[in-house]
């Protein structure tokens, strides 16, 4: 049974820096799609970013517009287990949100990186403060 942990999410001033963690179980694939979503009350739910391990070993990476720059998305695989990283800096008040971890069984095939229909497994989410 795979699942999602996340963790690190805290209030911060805007331009402080923060770092999320998922701590993923059972996902036991060749390859692995991992991904950040976020979601503000009142709005949907958004990719922040993604990162596709191919079978060779090599990494993959998305981000969504309003935070290339700013964050970074990273993991750490062992057999079954995995870790995926999402660190931020200069944060806004925009960043502010409930942060969801989420994996798939395949990365997108000619699709949209942030497609949720693609991600079959999700965390129950840390929230994300920024205020001065």
């Known amino acids: 049974q795979v699942q999602l942990v996340e963790s690190g999410g805290e209030s911060v001033q805007p331009g402080g820096s923060l770092t999320l963690s998922c701590a993923v179980s059972?996902?036991?694939?060749?390859?692995?799609?991992l991904a950040w979503f976020r979601q503000a009350p009142g709005k949907e739910r958004e990719g922040v970013a993604a990162?596709?391990?191919?079978?060779?070993?090599?990494?993959?990476?998305?981000?969504a517009d309003s935070v290339k720059g700013r964050f970074t998305i990273s993991d750490v695989k062992v057999n079954a287990d995995s870790t995926v990283y999402l660190q931020m800096n200069s944060l806004k008040p925009g960043d502010a949100a409930m942060y969801y971890c989420a994996a798939a069984r395949d990365p997108p095939s000619g699709g949209l990186w942030y497609d949720l229909g693609l991600f079959g497994y999700w965390g129950q989410g840390t929230q994300v403060t920024v205020s001065t």
């Open positions: 990162i596709y391990a191919t079978r060779g070993g090599a990494r993959l990476t998305y981000y």
């Open positions: 059972g996902y036991d694939y060749n390859r692995s799609y």
